[in-house]
């Protein structure tokens, strides 16, 4: 693998993460990139004037390039019994689960992607993008860890080392942002809706998944004590079983509640929720329609959305 180190990018003023750094990863066309003094209109900052420069990228050319991931087998998407199956082994064996959930949610996409600029926001390895990149869209990976980056780019994906708070695109940028399971660990998610709204054009979409917190599976790791709360239920499950394996709540997982998303986005100008319904089962969306009940009886819960024009 060729890695060629260029100069950072200067953060954004307002970014309170951590992270305060990008950087790229993998091969594809030019993507506009925002800097750091260029408004937010996008009547004023025209992508096709805000290429990006790969100066200010460190870009790592992957050996090879390929839109299939390990354990795609190009067979189609799996039914909801398959998956269910895989589901049980995803511990152990996450790959085929995750790769076949997204070629499964492909196939149920309602929006075009084919040609289409879409971005993958935190994007993992690269299941989504891999799958959006099979059905012929051009995509650019997001996520804020290196090694799934490096996972993304050895597969031939366009990835970029990134904080979904502080995109580092130009206003308009994709006709399309792909956002799974991704919400729930992030601690401010109207920042990363500030951003979606802010880099997709006008008449664009959003399809974006997360694990609502009473959800059956809602505390991750630590599921089911999460229903004890937050902070209790973390404290009686490392009392039992030591430090969760991954997503210790306030670490890189926190509450996110599906009324509270919703009465955000409704209050939004930028944004129209076009549909809301729980993942896995979406012919039962009237469970979306009772407060506290969706709550726990959602297990993901999918929100479609519209850059409004
Ligand atoms: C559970 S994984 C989901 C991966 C993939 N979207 C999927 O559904 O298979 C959540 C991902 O979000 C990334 N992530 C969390 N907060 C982020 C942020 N603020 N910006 C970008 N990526 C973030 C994590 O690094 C992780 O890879």
Known sequence: MLAVRLRARPARARLRGPVRRFRSAGS?????????????????SSPSTTVADPAQQQVVLPARATSGGPASNQTGPAS????????????????????????????????????????????GPGY????????GAEVVAIDLSPPNVHAAAASGLRALLSDGTNLPFADGTFDGVMC???????????????????????????????????????????????????????RLYMALFGPPTKNLPYDTLWPTHI???????????????????????????????????????????????????
């Open 28 to 44: 594809g066309p030019p993507v506009p990139v925002r800097r750091a003094h260029e408004p937010k209109d996008p009547m004023t």
């Open 80 to 123: 909801r019994l398959d998956l269910f199956r895989m589901a049980l082994s995803e511990e152990e064996d996450p790959e085929p689960f995750y790769t076949k959930l997204a070629e499964r949610s492909m196939a149920e996409l309602p929006f075009p992607v084919c040609a289409r600029r879409v971005l993958d926001l935190g994007s």
């Open 128 to 135: 989504y993008s891999r799958a959006l990149a099979r059905s």
């Open 180 to 234: 799974s399971n991704m919400l729930e660990h992030t601690p401010t998610p109207e920042d990363i809706f500030d951003e979606i709204e802010r880099v997709l054009r006008p008449g664009g979409w959003a399809w974006v998944s997360w694990t609502n917190w009473y959800s059956p599976w809602g505390g991750h790791s630590i599921t089911p004590w999460h229903y004890f709360g937050p902070r209790l239920g973390a």
């Open 259 to 309: 009324g509270r998303t919703l009465r955000q986005l409704r209050a939004r100008k930028g944004l129209r929720l076009l549909d809301a319904v729980p993942r896995y089962y979406p012919s039962q969306r009237w469970i979306m329609k009772v407060p506290g009940l969706r709550e726990v009886v959602t297990w993901n819960c999918l929100l479609l959305l519209e850059r409004v024009r």
